[in-house]
T-cell receptor, first 113, second 114 residues
Framework: GESVGLHLPTLSVQEGDNSIINCAYSNSASDYFIWYKQESGKGPQFIIDIRSNMDKRQGQRVTVLLNKTVKHLSLQIAATQPGDSAVYFCAESFGGGADGLTFGKGTHLIIQP | DSGVTQTPKHLITATGQRVTLRCSPRSGDLSVYWYQQSLDQGLQFLIHYYNGEERAKGNILERFSAQQFPDLHSELNLSSLELGDSALYFC?????????????FGPGTRLTVT
């Protein structure tokens, strides 16, 4: 029979390599985007955000790229470490509204030693 | 630690019952958002309160309700519980009412309905 539940895409990378996690967002009116990291048994943890008037933003070891033309967001993690193993979610919102964030399905990042 | 607290951490109850989940936002944050995370639906926005007033509703069932008190803590009430309500419930807080500010998530309440 058909299985139920979210089948998260999985990205497996070697420790020390760079990781790129991709996300397609849904609403062309969204103007604010966030990446969250969720470890097992914990709440989503803010990583980095970007507003629609930018196409790139850098943080510590992380970079977010935004391509509004194709509604695509990516998160680059440099020199991945074992502590980076988690599920990563992109989220979008329309800043002019009071609605909550709309989350993507998530990507499970696995760091191989 | 995000500064957002949620109680209880775990809750096990039977179908048909009613439970209340509690959230305290970060100091200074006026907005509280509630989200449900289930295996089949992912993370979904339920409801948003700002400074005591309801600002937006998402995919919240009529059996569910929430409020935000003068001290800014919030409660999510779930009634006539069904097996499908089993999920993780998160609250998040933000400094403002609009959507362009970081939302900080609490550790969640795991609800199991048996």
């Amino acid at each position: 029979g058909e299985s139920v539940g979210l089948h998260l895409p999985t990205l497996s990378v070697q420790e020390g390599d760079n990781s790129i996690i991709n996300c397609a967002y849904s609403n062309s009116a969204s103007d604010y985007f966030i990446w969250y990291k969720q470890e097992s048994g914990k709440g989503p943890q803010f990583i980095i955000d970007i507003r629609s008037n930018m196409d790139k933003r850098q943080g510590q070891r992380v970079t977010v790229l935004l391509n509004k033309t194709v509604k695509h967001l990516s998160l680059q993690i440099a020199a991945t470490q074992p502590g980076d193993s988690a599920v990563y979610f992109c989220a979008e919102s329309f800043g002019g509204g009071a609605d909550g964030l709309t989350f993507g399905k998530g990507t499970h990042l696995i760091i191989q030693p | 630690d995000s500064g957002v607290t949620q109680t209880p951490k775990h809750l096990i109850t039977a179908t048909g019952q009613r439970v209340t989940l509690r959230c305290s936002p970060r100091s200074g944050d006026l907005s509280v958002y509630w989200y449900q995370q289930s295996l089949d639906q992912g993370l979904q926005f339920l409801i948003h309160y700002y400074n005591g007033e309801e600002r937006a509703k998402g995919n919240i069932l009529e059996r569910f309700s929430a409020q935000q008190f003068p001290d800014l803590h919030s409660e999510l009430n779930l009634s006539s519980l069904e097996l499908g309500d089993s999920a993780l419930y998160f609250c998040a807080s933000s400094v403002a009412a609009g959507g362009s500010y970081e939302q900080y998530f609490g550790p969640g309440t795991r609800l199991t309905v048996t």
